[in-house]
């Protein structure tokens, strides 16, 4: 068939041949683009059986859209030659590559066969024939998954006997041999077996022939993977026998699971390890000294050598008799989950004595409240009234008689830091600002923060992270510290000394990673307990002087406990949830925590937020910010984030408005924070930084969302908006400049410290003024050449509280929402008129976009839920 040309598809070269088709690489005349064309075996066009398994191939694969399976552009007939025709792949099968000669290349490759099988399986398709010979790494090692001819849809004809073995016996599950039904169980054994190959060259069941191969399959173990790498660290073993179970009720239950461990595997191998630096042998010069020299050299080393080993012997003698045992792990510590009527809690407390529980949780109309319960038996009796929008944390008092919170009412309130009985009544107010309210052991202050920039829900005074503490009669409010390192704080936390004395907090450093640092009050000294660059976000100090710590370094946010001196670091908890939250009883026999994910999901709603409808509803983190309709309404870009907050990278994806045929575009080691389209709907524009990178150091990046090619680089700057056509405006911290895509030199807009956007079809602009005094949203008149015309307008009802939500791209109207209630206004941009247009679903708590024609809302849901589990005889 070489040279032939087969409806538009000119054949240039044959690639390979298997059981199920013949595939050859063509031009495509009409798009002049390299395919590749799969045909089904010379003899097989008459099996109408063979001919319905060939068209379930490309059916199946076609319903996936992922930059790690291979693409299907289209199913074609000619005569009586039925084809596929694929996206050609430039680069070599997995099997031509093994071993790899890396295990960080090798689990990259995992990773990326795991994200291909975890969308198949999203879309009820199990692949059935997962082995290296199906997987190709393209020129930019980039993996694709083949052949999906033995893809079982859900509900589909089956096209083969149940009890008939399909696929390829090494990389076979048992079920799979024993002729049972196949599920994505059946698939992950695949892929362990694929995993082990890429890093051995060898299968994990080996047999000389056939019945020696089903019967190791079936019955035997696989083979140690230490024989072939005896370094393999302890996290890849677990992963391979689990994938490798012979039951599949003991094996990973979804492909998600098994990436979770593998993506917390591939970050503790890439932080390394510190080895020791010795001094190389002397060469060269040193080695012409005289032979008597010499001698008397070494001589007078060997006596200061020995010299020095007595007083390092000495010393190390002095510290073992002279230091205080750490505390160490109990072994026999049992744990359990609460049950509890909630599916979302923040911030549990526990007792002294670790009989009582205090904790704020959401209701049914998703509003917060306090909660108090006794540990070991009895429901949760709610002890405030605050119907608030957030509640921040429940600490208990030494003495049980009062539990201290932070809350708020509204999202862009403040929070207050309030105090109420444990047996109920009316809380009161101890601060006007702050949160993460802590007693103080001796129970004479309670402490609280006021946090950097951006957080605003309890601002500080400085710019700076402050920790303060006031009476539990609300006077003498007094500021403990201010810490001059943390530039922001995402994740607040602090806890005070058993004594009192001294502070331990979580210092955020502008790089995105954050440590544990004590401050002694009475001096100012500190000392930092931890020197790891992880996401550490929560710190509790037991009075064994162990400082627990909630932190990233094994991958997903797992409890670890280390003294409060310094030294060696000890896993508390080993789960793949992450943990948000803990606290210890005063006799640390009890720990309380929580295991959350946070969880964002995409809505839309008509422009007055009636009929609300989900478009996701799998468990992903959508970017604040970043998700937005395109021109016409069809589509939706969004940015997503790990349900692991301490889990940074965040990345493009677009899909249909349905929620159906998601395409990733962005991919590495970046965090995307804001996604919007051009007007014409040809490019999308986002907000982009290198993980590890401070905030200021975000760059805009445009990319074509239906031809994605490598993303192009616009300029510096995290605020932008499109302004028609190819212009983009960006904001840089002090100028709003006009950028056009393909031109260098920008143009300011307006006045400094403004973000200012023109309105379509008018002679006016929209700018948001950060000056001092003007903060806001305003509406000014300018003339041809953008100057400003008389006295601007501030947007929105004057002299009443209200936040903005939304806009249209062009401008010509806000939402906005008062605080009291859930109603929502608009305002008109030309006129300035008012009007009610309806209420906010309860649980939407995000505008990010409105669509272009000014119809329809799209809103983000964000919940965390959280479950509460308690440990017993934590420490020997």
């Known amino acids: 068939m070489i040279g032939q040309t ?14 199920m088709g013949v595939v050859y690489r063509a031009e495509d005349t009409k798009l002049k683009r390299t395919v590749a064309l799969k045909f089904l075996p010379h003899g097989l066009h008459a099996n109408e059986a063979e001919r319905a398994r060939f ?12 930059p790690n399976i291979c693409t299907i552009h289209d199913i074609a007939e000619e005569g009586e030659q039925q084809f596929i025709v694929m996206e050609f792949v430039d680069g070599k099968t997995l099997r031509e590559m093994i071993p790899v000669q890396k295990t960080r290349t090798a689990i990259d490759y995992a990773i990326q066969i795991g994200d291909a099988l975890q969308e198949a399986h999203s879309k009820g398709i199990v692949h059935r024939d997962i082995k290296t010979e199906n997987i190709m790494v393209n020129s930019k090692n980039q993996i694709k998954v083949m052949d999906f001819g033995l ?5 589909s004809l089956k096209l083969t006997k149940t009890s008939s073995t399909v696929g390829t016996l090494a990389y076979m599950a048992p079920e799979q041999i024993q002729g049972g039904d196949v599920d994505a169980r059946s698939d992950i054994f695949s892929f362990g077996v694929v995993l082990y190959e890429t890093l051995t060259g060898h299968l994990p069941f080996r047999g000389e022939h056939e019945a020696a191969m089903m019967y190791s399959i079936m019955n035997e173990e696989p083979q140690p993977l230490q024989r072939y790498l005896p370094d393999a660290p302890s996290e890849l073993l677990h992963i391979l026998n689990r994938a490798l179970e012979k039951d599949r009720e003991e094996r990973y239950q979804t492909v998600r699971d098994m990436l979770i461990d593998l993506r917390r595997m591939k970050k503790d191998s890439g932080r390394g390890s510190r080895q020791p630096q010795f001094d190389a042998p002397m060469s060269g010069a040193a080695a012409s000294v005289p032979f008597a020299d010499e001698k008397k050299t070494r001589r007078k080393r060997l006596w200061v050598g020995a010299a020095g080993l007595a007083v390092l012997c000495l010393i190390s003698i002095l510290l073992f008799v002279l230091r205080k045992p750490a505390a160490r792990i109990n072994p026999n510590r049992t744990s359990v989950t609460i049950r509890i009527p909630f599916k979302e809690i923040q911030g549990a407390s526990l007792s002294k004595d670790g009989n009582w529980l205090a904790f704020p949780a959401k209701n049914e109309n998703e509003k917060w409240d306090i909660y108090w319960m006794n540990t070991a038996s009895g429901k949760p009796d709610r002890l405030t009234d605050e119907n608030a929008n957030w509640i921040y944390g429940a600490d208990i008092s030494p003495d049980v008689s009062q539990i201290a919170y932070a809350c708020k009412s509204e999202p862009n309130d403040v929070y207050k830091t309030k105090v109420i009985a444990s047996q109920g009544g009316e809380s009161r107010t101890l601060a006007d600002t702050g949160s993460y309210a802590k007693w103080r052991p001796d129970g004479q202050r309670i402490g609280y923060m006021r946090a950097a920039p951006p957080s605003n829900g309890f601002p500080s005074v400085s710019g700076r992270l402050e920790i303060w503490s006031v009476k539990p009669d609300g006077t003498d409010n007094r500021l403990e ?13 602090f806890c005070w000394s058993p004594d009192g004395g001294s502070i331990a907090f979580v210092r955020n450093y502008q790089e995105g990673y954050r440590e544990v640092v004590v401050r002694d009050l009475a001096t100012g000294k500190e000392r930092q307990i931890t020197s790891e660059k992880n996401k550490v976000d929560e710190v509790i100090w037991a009075t064994n002087d162990e400082i627990l710590f909630v932190s990233n370094r094994s991958g997903t946010s797992n409890l670890w406990a280390i003294p409060a001196r310094g030294g060696e670091i000890t896993q508390i908890t080993q789960g793949v949830v992450p943990i948000g939250g803990a606290r210890i009883s005063g006799d640390n026999k009890t720990l309380i925590y929580q295991q959350q994910e946070w969880i964002g999901h995409i809505w839309i709603s008509d422009i007055d937020g009636s009929n609300p409808h989900a478009v996701m509803t799998d468990d992903v983190l959508v970017q604040a910010g970043g998700a937005s309709f395109s021109p016409d309404g069809k589509y939706i870009s969004y940015a997503v984030a790990d349900v692991d907050l301490s889990n940074q990278e965040a990345h493009l994806f677009v899909m249909d408005r349905n929620g159906k045929n998601r395409r990733q ?34 760059r805009i990046y445009f990319i074509q969302p239906f031809n994605p090619g490598p993303p192009r680089l616009l300029c510096s700057g995290r605020q932008f908006r499109w302004l028609g056509g190819e212009t983009i405006l960006v904001y840089g911290g002090i100028k709003t400049l006009r950028y056009t895509i393909n031109a260098d030199t920008p143009t300011q807009i307006f006045q400094d410290s403004t973000f200012a956007v023109p309105i379509q079809g008018s002679r006016q602009l929209v700018f948001t003024d ?10 000014v008149a300018v003339d041809a050449q953008g100057k400003q015309k008389g006295e601007p307008r501030k947007i929105g009802p004057s002299g009443v509280p209200f936040y903005v939500v939304g806009a249209p791209p062009d401008l010509r ?19 300035g008129k008012e009007e009610r247009i309806g209420k906010v679903f309860p649980g939407l708590v995000g505008i990010t976009d409105i669509s272009m024609n000014g119809k329809e809302i799209l809103w983000l849901r964000w919940s965390v839920p959280s479950k509460l589990v308690l440990v017993k005889n934590l420490f020997e």
């Not at 000119?10 to 059981?19: A, H, S, V």
């Not at 290198?690 to 150091?697: K, L, Q, R, Y």
């Open 55 to 66: 068209l379930q191939e490309a059916q199946a694969a076609s319903a996936l859209n992922h």
């Open 6 to 19: 087969i409806s538009h598809y000119k054949i240039l070269e044959k690639l390979g041949e298997g059981g």
């Open 151 to 155: 893809a079982k849809l859900k509900g």
């Open 770 to 779: 950060y000056r001092k005094g003007r903060q806001g949203r305003w509406i």
């Open 481 to 493: 510290l201010i810490d001059s390192v943390t530039v922001r704080t995402d994740a607040p936390s």
């Open 813 to 831: 109207f806000f939402l906005y929402k008062k605080p009291s209630g859930n109603e929502l206004w608009r305002v008109w941009t030309s006129t």
């Open 665 to 698: 575009l962005t991919f590495g080691s970046e965090k995307v924070v804001g996604v919007r389209w051009s007007f014409d709907g040809k490019w999308l524009a986002y907000s982009s930084r290198a993980i590890g990178e401070p905030e200021d150091s975000s």
